[in-house]
Each structure stands twice: as structure tokens, then as C-alpha cells.
Nanobody, 123 residues
Framework: QVQLAESGGGFMQAGGSLRLSCAAS????????IGWFRQAPGKERELAAA????????YYLDSVKGRFIISRDNAKNTVTLQMNSLKSEDTAVYYC????????????????WGPGTQVTVSS
């Protein structure tokens, strides 16, 4: 059974950095598409960053472009989201998600989800 697990969330002051990691277990094959979604209180879940393919195409939400970097380590079966210059509006629960079907590109649906990790940024 495939499982995703996020780590690295926490509390940070505005302008600081956090690094989230997503570890996959239960299979050895890398997913075609991996994304980091986030959901702030009272708001819909949104796709913050995603990558697709081995020499990956990437997607970034406009509000995180230039600040967030998504990368993957196939040998370790992990995906990392480096978050720099954090803002209070980045506060959310961050979810790692993955899928093999690329017909919908970076967008929903995703087949596998982690439980989420809280990121809180104080202004």
C-alpha cells in the first residue's frame, strides 16, 4: 500500500525559510506527478507547486514563484519543497500528493495523499 508522509512543517517568522519533505513508501517506482497542495483556514485547497517527469516540468502558484522550489530525489523516493521569504499568507496545512496519470497535467485528481503538515508564519 502506497503511503506519503510529510515532514518539516512548523512555526517561522515572516522572511524566514522552511523545508518540507515528502517521503513515499510502499513502492519503488517514482510517481509521474508530485504536488504540494496547501489549505488555509476557511479557504479552498490550492496547488502551490508540482513537478512532472524525470527531467521535470514544474508548476508554481503565482504567489510563490521565486520563493518556493520543488525538487525530487528519486534515489531516496522523496520530494522537497524549499520555502523561502515566507509570508503570513503562506500559513496553511501543506499536503504532499502524487499520481501516475499525466492526462490532467498538474491538476486534480491525485491518487495518493499525505496527512498534511502545518506551516505557520507570523508577521
Amino acid at each position: 500500500q502506497v503511503q506519503l508522509a510529510e515532514s518539516g512543517g512548523g512555526f517561522m517568522q515572516a522572511g524566514g525559510s522552511l523545508r518540507l519533505s515528502c517521503a513515499a513508501s510502499g513502492r519503488n517506482v517514482s510517481f509521474n506527478v508530485i504536488g504540494w497542495f496547501r489549505q488555509a483556514p476557511g479557504k479552498e485547497r490550492e496547488l502551490a507547486a508540482a513537478l512532472r517527469g524525470k527531467s521535470p516540468n514544474t508548476y508554481y502558484l503565482d504567489s510563490v514563484k521565486g520563493r518556493f522550489i520543488i525538487s525530487r530525489d528519486n534515489a531516496k523516493n522523496t520530494v522537497t519543497l524549499q520555502m523561502n521569504s515566507l509570508k503570513s499568507e503562506d500559513t496553511a496545512v501543506y499536503y504532499c500528493a502524487a499520481k501516475d496519470d499525466t492526462s490532467d497535467g498538474f491538476y486534480l485528481p491525485y491518487n495518493f495523499w499525505g496527512p498534511g503538515t502545518q506551516v505557520t508564519v507570523s508577521s
